[in-house]
């Protein structure tokens, strides 16, 4: 079954604009990461952020945590041409199992 | 940097065949994974391998073995391919301690199509 769901699954803004992207999940998680993925190619992992954060930066990456809703947020700022791509929400149990459970994605376009 | 690599970036075969998907991973990586992505779907778990000759199905197994004789390579395995069986199939691995070993590295993946 789908742990993370992303909203929305598409979206489409301005080269310059800021890019937010959510993800909800069920279970209690150990982590959540984010990946992007470019067209028909394989996951980059981008940012990690822990089950007892808030809040992450990565260059012009911002992740926000909330346990409570069991949500995360994605922000992209001054998007580029170049961030077009699928972004997925990934979480990590506490189950011990290795594998992350992914969301169905975010389908990122941005206009030059 | 970690390289993960898969045999075939495209493959088509027909219903019946039984087809072997190659992954390869040269980082010394304990885990290994198989997923396969639909669209609207997501990436959903095959199975996984955390040590060589180690297996565990993941949330969709049926139709599908693994073969894990050596820890830098992981097989998939459709027995009998079936047109429900077209997919993009990605495989990936994690390590089990270090730094980043939440991470999961992905290789490029392989669109089958059954015909």
């Known amino acids: 079954s789908q742990q993370g769901e992303e909203d929305p699954q598409a979206l489409s803004i301005q080269e310059g604009e800021n890019a937010t992207m959510n993800c909800s999940y069920k279970?209690?998680?150990?982590?959540l990461q984010w990946y992007r993925q470019n067209s028909g190619r394989g996951l980059v992992h981008l940012i990690l952020?822990?089950?007892?954060?808030r809040e992450k930066h990565s260059g012009r990456l911002r992740v926000t945590l909330d346990t409570s809703k069991k949500s995360s947020s994605l922000l992209i700022t001054a998007s580029r041409a170049a961030d077009t791509a699928s972004y997925f929400c990934a979480t990590d149990g506490w189950t011990g199992r290795r594998a992350l459970t992914f969301g169905s994605g975010t389908r990122l376009q941005v206009q030059p | 940097d970690v390289k993960v690599t898969q045999s075939s970036r495209y493959l088509v075969k027909r219903t019946g065949e039984k087809v072997f998907l190659e992954c390869v991973q040269d980082m010394d990586h304990e885990n290994m994974f198989w997923y396969r992505q639909d669209p609207g779907l997501g990436l959903r778990l095959i199975y996984f391998?955390?040590?060589?000759?180690?297996?565990e199905k993941g949330d969709i197994p049926e139709g599908y073995s693994v073969s894990r004789e050596k820890k830098e390579r992981f097989s998939l395995i459709l027995e009998s391919a079936s047109t429900n069986q077209t997919s993009m199939y990605l495989c990936?691995?994690?390590?089990?301690?270090?730094?980043?070993?939440?991470?999961?590295?992905f290789g490029p993946g392989t669109r089958l199509t059954v015909l």
């Open positions: 279970t209690s998680i150990n982590n």
């Open positions: 990936a691995s994690r390590s089990s301690s270090g730094s980043n070993y939440n991470e999961q590295f």
């Open positions: 391998s955390y040590d060589v000759k180690m297996k």
């Open positions: 952020i822990r089950s007892n954060e």
